[in-house]
C-alpha cells in the first residue's frame, strides 16, 4: 500500500473515534433516555462505552448472556497449534466499571412497537434506542447434511471458543499423511479473509508437525480478499500441500455425510481425515426476533446512522447488516460502533447525525512471521456504504520479507490495541 493511503487511513481513524467521543448537547430535564445494546462482542462493547462517553446521561445497558467474550481475531493461530483459546478471553469487568449496565442474560425477544427486549427470564428491559450487535448464527440445514450434530465432527469454528479446541485436536490427532479439507461459503459471510488465513496456518502445522499431509480448499467463489497475495505465499511458502479448487473448477461444496467426514461437490467426492465446514451464515437469532433481517437473513440499515430500514428505533451494526462494501470484520466492528454510538446521542436530543467516514483493516497471517493486510476508507453513497476511490490497497505484491515479517508484527499489535480499547 502506498505511503500516503496508509497516512489517510490513520489519519481517517483518528478523525472517526474523535468523532465517536464528541460531547452533545445536554439532553432536556427529566427522565434519562435508555439505550439497550445487545451483544457483547467487538461491536456491541466498544458501541456500549463509546456512547457512554459521548452523552454521560444517557443510561446504557449491554446485554450479553456469556460472562466472557472470546474473540475470533488470531483464533485461526489457536488452531494452528501458535496460540491458547485463553489469550482470546475478554471479561466485562472494565465495561461496567464505565457506569455500564451488564445484563448477564440472552436477549430472546423484541416489541418494536412497545420498545422493549425481553429476556431468557422473561425480564423487560425497556429502551428509547436499541442497537443490536448479535454477531452471525449458522444456517444449519442451508447445507444438506450439516446441522449442529455434524458440526461435532465436522467443526465449523466460525465463532471462537470450543469448536476452535475441537478442529484443533483434531488436527493434533489426525496421523500424518491426512487430508484436510476446509469448504469456504458464498458471500457474505463473517471475515472474508478467513478462510484463506486459516488454510494458512494449519498448512503451517502440517508443514511443521505432519509434512505428508494435504490441504485442500473447496470454494464456493472464483475469487476472494486479498486472492494475489495469499496465492503468491502458498506457492513460496506450501507447494504442493495446499490447493485451492474454485466455484468453476469443482469447488462448490453440495452436501456432506458428517459420518465419514465426506463433502460433495458436483465433480466428486472428497473424504477427509479433517474436515473444517464454513458453513452459509445470517444474522444473530435475535435480528430475525426484532424483525429487522429481510430474507437475506441479513439486516438492511441506512448508512448514516445503522438505523434499520425495517423498524424504526432499532440500529444493526456490523456483521448482522447489509452494510454494502465495508466486510464483516473486527476492525469494521469498532469503527461502525462508535459512529453508530454517536448518531444515537444526537438522535436522542433531536440532532441531525452528521455523514461518517468509517474505516477497516484487516490484517492475516500466512504464517507466524508473515502478515499482508488490506484497508479501505467508506462512507454513504446510494443507500449503502461505498469504499471511497483511492482510499485504501492492500500490502505490496513485492514487498521483502522484512516488510511481511513487519505486517505479522503489526497485526499482534493491532489485536492488543483493539482488546485493551474495548475490553481493557
Same mark, same amino acid.
Request: include cysteine.
Given at each position: 500500500?502506498?505511503?500516503?493511503?496508509?497516512?489517510?487511513?490513520?489519519?481517517?481513524?483518528?478523525?472517526? &473515534?474523535?468523532?465517536?467521543?464528541?460531547?452533545?448537547?445536554?439532553?432536556?430535564?427529566?427522565?434519562?433516555?435508555?439505550?439497550?445494546?445487545?451483544?457483547?462482542?467487538?461491536? +456491541?462493547?466498544?458501541?456500549?462505552? &463509546?456512547?457512554?462517553?459521548?452523552?454521560?446521561?444517557?443510561?446504557?445497558?449491554?446485554?450479553?448472556?456469556?460472562?466472557?467474550?472470546?474473540?475470533?481475531?488470531?483464533?485461526?493461530?489457536?488452531?494452528?497449534?501458535?496460540?491458547?483459546?485463553?489469550?482470546?478471553?475478554?471479561?466485562?469487568?472494565?465495561?461496567?466499571?464505565?457506569?455500564?449496565?451488564?445484563?448477564? &442474560?440472552?436477549?430472546?425477544?423484541?416489541?418494536?412497537?412497545?420498545?422493549?427486549?425481553?429476556?431468557?427470564?422473561?425480564?423487560?428491559?425497556?429502551?428509547?434506542?436499541?442497537?443490536?450487535?448479535?454477531?452471525?448464527?449458522?444456517?444449519?440445514?442451508?447445507?444438506?447434511?450439516?446441522?449442529?450434530?455434524?458440526?461435532?465432527?465436522?467443526?465449523?469454528?466460525?465463532?471462537?471458543?470450543?469448536?476452535?479446541?475441537?478442529?484443533?485436536?483434531?488436527?493434533?490427532?489426525?496421523?500424518? +499423511?491426512?487430508?484436510?479439507?476446509?469448504?469456504?461459503?458464498? !458471500?457474505?459471510?463473517?471475515?472474508?479473509?478467513?478462510?484463506?488465513?486459516?488454510?494458512?496456518?494449519?498448512?503451517?502445522?502440517?508443514?511443521?508437525?505432519?509434512?505428508?499431509?494435504?490441504?485442500?480448499?473447496?470454494?464456493?467463489?472464483?475469487?476472494?480478499?486479498?486472492?494475489?497475495?495469499?496465492?503468491?505465499?502458498?506457492?513460496?511458502?506450501?507447494?504442493?500441500?495446499?490447493?485451492?479448487?474454485?466455484?468453476?473448477?469443482? +469447488? !462448490?461444496?453440495?452436501?456432506?455425510?458428517?459420518?465419514?467426514?465426506?463433502?460433495?461437490?458436483?465433480?466428486?467426492?472428497?473424504?477427509?481425515?479433517?474436515?473444517?465446514?464454513?458453513?452459509?451464515?445470517?444474522?444473530?437469532?435475535?435480528?430475525?426476533?426484532?424483525?429487522?433481517?429481510?430474507?437475506?437473513?441479513?439486516?438492511?440499515?441506512?448508512?448514516?446512522?445503522?438505523?434499520?430500514?425495517?423498524?424504526?428505533?432499532?440500529?444493526?451494526?456490523?456483521?448482522?447488516?447489509?452494510?454494502?462494501?465495508?466486510?464483516?470484520?473486527?476492525?469494521?466492528?469498532?469503527?461502525?460502533?462508535?459512529?453508530?454510538?454517536?448518531?444515537?446521542?444526537?438522535?436522542?436530543?433531536?440532532?441531525?447525525?452528521?455523514?461518517?467516514?468509517?474505516?477497516?483493516?484487516?490484517?492475516?497471517?500466512?504464517?507466524?512471521?508473515?502478515?499482508?493486510?488490506?484497508?479501505?476508507?467508506?462512507?454513504?453513497?446510494?443507500?449503502?456504504?461505498?469504499?471511497?476511490?483511492?482510499?485504501?490497497?492492500?500490502?505490496?505484491?513485492?514487498?521483502?520479507?522484512?516488510?511481511?515479517?513487519?505486517?505479522?508484527?503489526?497485526?499482534?499489535?493491532?489485536?492488543?490495541?483493539?482488546?485493551?480499547?474495548?475490553?481493557?
Amino acid at each position: 500500500m502506498k505511503a500516503s493511503r496508509r497516512a489517510f487511513i490513520k489519519v481517517g481513524v483518528a478523525a472517526t &473515534a474523535a468523532a465517536a467521543l464528541r460531547p452533545v448537547r445536554t439532553f432536556a430535564q427529566g427522565a434519562a433516555a435508555r439505550v439497550v445494546v445487545v451483544g457483547g462482542g467487538f461491536a +456491541g462493547a466498544s458501541c456500549a462505552r &463509546a456512547l457512554r462517553q459521548a452523552a454521560p446521561r444517557v443510561t446504557v445497558t449491554l446485554v450479553e448472556a456469556n460472562p466472557t467474550f472470546t474473540a475470533c481475531p488470531f483464533s485461526n493461530a489457536v488452531i494452528g497449534g501458535l496460540r491458547e483459546l485463553h489469550a482470546q478471553r475478554f471479561t466485562y469487568e472494565r465495561v461496567a466499571g464505565d457506569g455500564i449496565m451488564v445484563a448477564r &442474560a440472552l436477549a430472546t425477544g423484541v416489541d418494536a412497537q412497545a420498545r422493549s427486549v425481553t429476556l431468557a427470564d422473561g425480564a423487560r428491559l425497556p429502551y428509547d434506542r436499541l442497537v443490536l450487535a448479535p454477531g452471525i448464527d449458522i444456517r444449519w440445514g442451508a447445507l444438506p447434511g450439516y446441522d449442529e450434530a455434524a458440526a461435532a465432527q465436522m467443526p465449523h469454528a466460525w465463532r471462537a471458543g470450543e469448536q476452535t479446541l475441537l478442529l484443533r485436536r483434531q488436527l493434533e490427532a489426525m496421523d500424518d +499423511g491426512g487430508l484436510v479439507v476446509i469448504s469456504a461459503p458464498a !458471500n457474505p459471510f463473517r471475515c472474508p479473509p478467513g478462510p484463506y488465513e486459516r488454510a494458512s496456518l494449519i498448512a503451517h502445522y502440517l508443514k511443521t508437525r505432519k509434512p505428508r499431509s494435504k490441504l485442500v480448499i473447496l470454494d464456493a467463489k472464483d475469487a476472494f480478499s486479498k486472492q494475489r497475495l495469499f496465492q503468491a505465499a502458498w506457492a513460496e511458502l506450501y507447494p504442493g500441500l495446499l490447493e485451492w479448487v474454485p466455484l468453476s473448477r469443482g +469447488g !462448490n461444496v453440495t452436501s456432506v455425510d458428517a459420518s465419514t467426514r465426506t463433502l460433495v461437490t458436483d465433480f466428486g467426492r472428497h473424504q477427509a481425515k479433517v474436515a473444517n465446514v464454513i458453513p452459509p451464515q445470517k444474522a444473530g437469532r435475535i435480528a430475525e426476533a426484532a424483525g429487522v433481517a429481510d430474507r437475506t437473513g441479513w439486516c438492511p440499515i441506512d448508512p448514516v446512522t445503522f438505523e434499520s430500514k425495517l423498524q424504526a428505533g432499532i440500529h444493526v451494526i456490523v456483521d448482522a447488516a447489509i452494510a454494502g462494501a465495508m466486510p464483516k470484520s473486527a476492525f469494521a466492528a469498532n469503527s461502525q460502533a462508535k459512529t453508530c454510538a454517536a448518531a444515537v446521542a444526537r438522535l436522542l436530543t433531536g440532532a441531525v447525525p452528521s455523514t461518517p467516514k468509517l474505516i477497516n483493516t484487516c490484517y492475516s497471517l500466512v504464517a507466524p512471521d508473515y502478515g499482508i493486510s488490506v484497508a479501505g476508507v467508506y462512507q454513504p453513497s446510494g443507500g449503502q456504504l461505498a469504499e471511497v476511490p483511492g482510499s485504501g490497497g492492500v500490502s505490496p505484491a513485492d514487498a521483502p520479507r522484512a516488510t511481511r515479517a513487519a505486517e505479522a508484527v503489526l497485526a499482534e499489535a493491532w489485536f492488543r490495541t483493539i482488546t485493551a480499547e474495548v475490553f481493557g
